[in-house]
């Protein structure tokens, strides 16, 4: 039992080989032992490493080749900037039609309306947020992706803005018949009766020669002429200023659009009320700081004066002039 014990031993221990002695031409019986085992297996396994590092480096460096794995990287790097190439040529794009949009917005859309335009800084406002971007930093190195999604955020919010310009401008776009009728289009005064003395824009003073800019026009005829209101509008002032307007009417047209009739002899409005474009607000005269029985006539645009003869036509026949009256206001005084 112990001999058969000690055999067990010393083959769980060791492995037995065999090798030729050749002076007795006999096999005799080696034993390796489990440590000397495991060694080789480690030199063996050292072996191996460091040769595929030598392959590896014959291969890649000094044969220039790739490996399939290197390959494949490259080819899905590929496709993914030739995906982002694409997206950099639609992205452009997009920005071209929005900033045209927003041009024609400010430019055209919002002022016929008598809106405000949308000021640039509020357009291209940034996007807020403490480390927005901060998860894009491990996997964009070069910043060239952060670069995308905060162009495709500022286009987002660009475009935000400008579809709700567009949600205020439609229902105003919608009563462009209404503003047809309250933009101040007609001459508030007969045009065969009267004659322009004094254009808009720098003249010298009548009464003391002096340069200043005069923000309307100067009608001349005789005092208690009809005046008429250029369009549908709402009376917001009425008053008399000795030094200056004299007796003087300031009707809303809406839409940005006011304008001022002074130096009236007679006012038949009063502050708060409706008229329609043809009604006869007050009659010519000669008050306030006047040199002659004339209306000075003015036109403003978001509380800026604005040059009243590129509104009507002064050489509008006067049958036509007093049809227009009478189909669109009474032609009376109100």
Request: charged letters at 25%.
């Amino acid at each position: 039992m112990r001999a058969n014990t000690v055999i067990k031993r010393m083959k769980n221990s060791t492995k037995i080989r065999y090798k030729l002695n050749r002076e007795t031409l006999t096999y005799e019986v080696v034993e390796v032992s489990r440590r000397e085992r495991r060694f080789r297996q480690v030199l063996l396994f050292v072996l191996s490493f460091v040769a595929f590092g030598g392959y590896y480096y014959l291969y890649s460096q000094v044969l220039g080749w790739k490996t399939p794995k290197q390959v494949l990287v490259e080819r899905r790097a590929a496709e993914w900037q030739s995906k982002l190439d694409e997206l950099t040529v639609s992205l452009e794009k997009n920005y071209q039609i929005l900033n045209e949009l927003e041009r024609r917005d400010n430019k055209i859309y919002r002022p016929v309306f008598g809106m405000d335009e949308i000021a640039e800084e509020v357009r291209n406002a940034g996007i807020g947020g403490v480390d927005r971007y901060g998860y894009l930093e491990v996997m964009d190195p070069n910043g060239r992706l952060l670069a995308y999604v905060e162009s495709f955020d500022i286009l987002s919010k660009k475009a935000y803005i400008q579809s709700h310009s567009y949600d205020d401008v439609f229902p105003l776009a919608q009563t462009a018949d209404q503003m047809s009728l309250c933009m101040p289009t007609i001459c508030p005064v007969s045009p065969d009766q009267v004659r322009l003395t004094s254009s808009y824009g720098y003249r010298k003073d009548p009464k003391d020669g002096k340069t200043r800019f005069h923000e309307g026009l100067d009608l001349a005829g005789k005092v208690g002429l009809p005046v008429y209101v250029s369009g549908n509008a709402t009376v917001v002032d009425v008053g008399f200023d000795f030094f200056g307007y004299g007796h003087f009417v300031l009707v809303d047209h809406g839409f940005g659009y006011k304008s001022r009739y002074a130096h009236l002899s007679k006012v038949y409005v009063s502050e708060g009320q409706s008229l329609k474009r043809g009604d006869q607000l007050g009659e010519m005269g000669n008050s306030g700081k006047s040199t002659g029985p004339h209306l000075h006539y003015e036109i403003m645009y978001k509380n800026r004066p604005v040059n009243p003869y590129k509104f009507f036509d002064f050489e509008l026949p006067a049958e036509d002039y007093h049809l227009i009256v009478r189909s669109l206001g009474s032609g009376d005084r109100v």
